[in-house]
């Protein structure tokens, strides 16, 4: 079991990875969000040595396979093999609209760009001939001036951002492991996530039990009043955000709550996040979250959260603080982590995992991963 954290953007991205690295961290991961996501951990791998650098998540349509190739590769070997990618597809406003990129069948397109990147590495580190050749993508030119050659430590990992059954399906066919999104309850994970990930890598021959899993939980907790109210308002603004994104509707649908994804919709096109936030009450906070009285109770709250995914997939747990950086991580994050990593592994039959709390105000939201 293992405890990352993220390290955010650019600014001080070196001095808080290897802070994390300090304080027993396993891992540091970025997101793209208002920061590029590889240029942070390219300057994690120069001041850690052993913490994994993860991408969670770069936008795959916003690129191309050949691109992300060479930058993964790269940070892969200034780092000794500790990189791991990350890949998300975004939505279609923000492919279109904010990126300028074209957006259609974002599966089929998914699983071809990752099979392009299988392809662009196999040339430079097996010296096979580069010859991919999709309806999206085609790369079939690679001269010795271009071709960078083996990397030491071979190809890094990638991982999939999926939360529907297209998406998913594409994790289990040709991905390393399966981000799975925070939008996600246990419920889901258990009856759709889970066991479409083990009939998509059942179909092609590979063996489901092999990848890795990456769950975010949201958890709703403090050291006092004031940090569980912050808390809990966050995670009740971020469920409605995601809520509010049709992608997202199985989700709701599953509870029954469908036709609040309507609702969401149209208010947040009129940009009403306040009374979107308001419509999310307890039951559904429940489903999403962790809530728990302190960091110490995170674990006895919901010890099967963390393992809900994995009921079948070996490895150990892993989780994050998904928005902590090591000198400013609250003592309910990653305390609260550890406390969750801790009871999925006694669910697991695994010994619990060990953690440092640091200090800071009230936490948001954390991350388990099986490896």
Partial sequence: MKLDAGIGGIESAAQRAAEAEAAGYSG??????????????????????????????????????????????DIHRASGGRFILGLGSQIKP??????SMPWSKPAARMREFISALHAIWGCWNEGTKLDFRGDFYTHTL??????????????????????????????????????????????YLREVTVPGLEKASSKVG??????????PVFIVTGNDDAEREAADGFVRNQIAFYGSTPAYRPVLELHGWGDLQNELNTLSKQGEWVKMAALIDDEMLDAFA???????????????????????????????????????????ASA????????????????AATGRRSSGPGHRRGRVRAE
């Fill in 206 to 215: 590979r063996d489901a039990a092999k990848l890795d899993v990456v769950g």
């Fill in 142 to 187: 690679m001269t010795p001036f271009f071709n960078p050659g083996p990397n030491p430590h071979g190809r890094p990992k990638v991982y999939l951002a999926a939360v529907g059954d297209l998406m998913t399906a594409v994790a289990g066919e040709v991905a390393d492991g399966i981000l799975v999104h925070q939008f996600t309850t246990e419920r």
């Fill in 28 to 73: 540091v991961f970025t997101a793209e969000t208002g920061s590029d996501p590889f240029l942070p951990l390219l300057l994690a791998a120069e001041s850690t040595e052993r913490v994994d650098l993860v991408t969670a998540i770069a936008v795959a349509f916003a690129r191309n396979p050949m691109t992300t190739a060479a930058t993964s590769n």
């Fill in 290 to 332: 962790v809530v728990a009285d302190s960091p110490a109770d995170v674990a006895p709250a919901r010890p099967g959260v963390a393992a809900a995914g994995t009921p079948t997939l070996a490895g150990d747990v892993r989780a994050a603080g998904h928005r902590g950086q090591p000198a400013s991580v609250p003592p309910g």
């Fill in 336 to 351: 609260a982590a550890t406390q969750l990593v801790a009871g999925a592994g006694a669910a697991r039959g695994r010994p």
């Fill in 94 to 99: 923000h492919i279109e609209r904010r990126l």
